[in-house]
T-cell receptor, first 116, second 112 residues
Framework: AQTVTQSQPEMSVQEAETVTLSCTYD???????LFWYKQPPSRQMILVIR??????QNATENRFSVNFQKAAKSFSLKISDSQLGDTAMYFC?????????????FGKGTRLSVIA | DTAVSQTPKYLVTQMGNDKSIKCEQNLGHDTMYWYKQDSKKFLKIMFSYNNKELIINETVPNRFSPKSPDKAHLNLHINSLELGDSAVYFC???????????FGPGTRLTVT
């Protein structure tokens, strides 16, 4: 079974600074998908960024980028120019490829606070 | 238009009661899911339906029974509610061939 580990329960960052959230995972699969989801206090789950394991290039979405290290099974999220609206729980998630019908396996989350 | 909707958003009930949570998606997706988020914020899959058929049923008490009347709806019925059932329940949907899941707003269930 796949497992996802987020070793930082809580983090804080000053507004406009950069922060990196860590995630490691365990799988015997060669192809899979990795995700970062954001859950603000509104509790809505919002997809931040996605990485396909077969792609070597790290995914980027505006201020959000990942450092995907397949051999090390590491998938960290970097948030640049942090904004107050980035304050949220962040979940790393894994999905086995099966035509997209498989569920997400989540880490326990990192609570990020952006401080003015 | 809301892509994935859940009703109710909040549900407070007493132990021993039976309750249902409804989920509807208007995205035309063929797969729907129920996830449970516990008090420590941990999210875990409960059930998954593809084209109205149950394809994943994690270790969940049989007091929980999902029902999918059609591809756009997946309801969750819970019998004999217990204190430990208090959680946020999320519905999600996805389409075969796409890896993005769209989540509903969640239903916060509180059992007293």
């Amino acid at each position: 079974a796949q497992t996802v580990t987020q070793s930082q329960p809580e983090m804080s960052v000053q507004e406009a600074e950069t922060v990196t959230l860590s995630c490691t995972y365990d799988t015997s699969e060669n192809n899979y998908y990795l995700f970062w989801y954001k859950q603000p206090p509104s509790r809505q789950m919002i997809l931040v960024i996605r990485q396909e394991a077969y792609k070597q290039q790290n995914a980027t979405e505006n201020r959000f980028s990942v450092n995907f290290q397949k051999a090390a099974k590491s998938f960290s999220l970097k948030i640049s120019d942090s904004q107050l609206g980035d304050t949220a729980m962040y979940f790393c998630a894994f999905m086995k490829p099966n035509s997209g019908n498989t569920p997400l396996v989540f880490g326990k989350g990192t609570r990020l606070s952006v401080i003015a | 238009d809301t892509a994935v909707s859940q009703t109710p958003k909040y549900l407070v009930t007493q132990m021993g009661n039976d309750k249902s949570i409804k989920c509807e998606q208007n995205l035309g997706h063929d797969t729907m899911y129920w996830y449970k988020q516990d008090s420590k914020k941990f999210l875990k899959i409960m059930f998954s339906y593809n084209n109205k058929e149950l394809i994943i049923n994690e270790t969940v008490p049989n007091r929980f029974s999902p029902k999918s009347p059609d591809k756009a709806h997946l309801n969750l019925h819970i019998n004999s509610l217990e204190l430990g059932d208090s959680a946020v329940y999320f519905c999600a949907s996805s389409q075969h061939g796409s890896y993005e899941q769209y989540f509903g707003p969640g239903t916060r269930l509180t059992v007293t």
